[in-house]
């Protein structure tokens, strides 16, 4: 499937970014996966179905939002208590959103979704 395909191409991105071959952008990395003219294909359904078949990706996303070095933007973590919490942290605010969840698949989809919206958006 075409969707799963791109899906797939985005779920790679932290891992692609870290290989110490890459000389890319996060930016440039995401355009190359073709979400800039497919945006509208991306769904947190699609990315949930594939993050079941390979939990592996919903790690690398974890340790990508842990690895930000930004003062500004999405945020995707274990929580305090059980489960993970989703959230927007603002230079000049602090923390002005931020949800939990209990399910890890759910919750890195919103996270990706935002996070790419974001990416793209700058």
Known sequence: ???DELVLRILNIPRTFFNPTN???????LKQTGYFREKDKVDEKTI???????????E????????KRSDAGWYFKV???KGYTLGYLDSEKGII???DYLDARTVCAKYIILEIESIRSS
């Open 1 to 3: 499937m075409i969707n």
């Open 48 to 58: 949930i179905n594939i993050l079941e078949q390979n939990p592996e990706y919903t």
């Open 60 to 67: 690398d996303w974890l340790d990508w939002s842990a690895n």
């Open 79 to 81: 929580g305090d208590d």
């Open 23 to 29: 000389d890319n952008s996060v930016y440039s990395l």
């Open 97 to 99: 959103k931020q949800e």
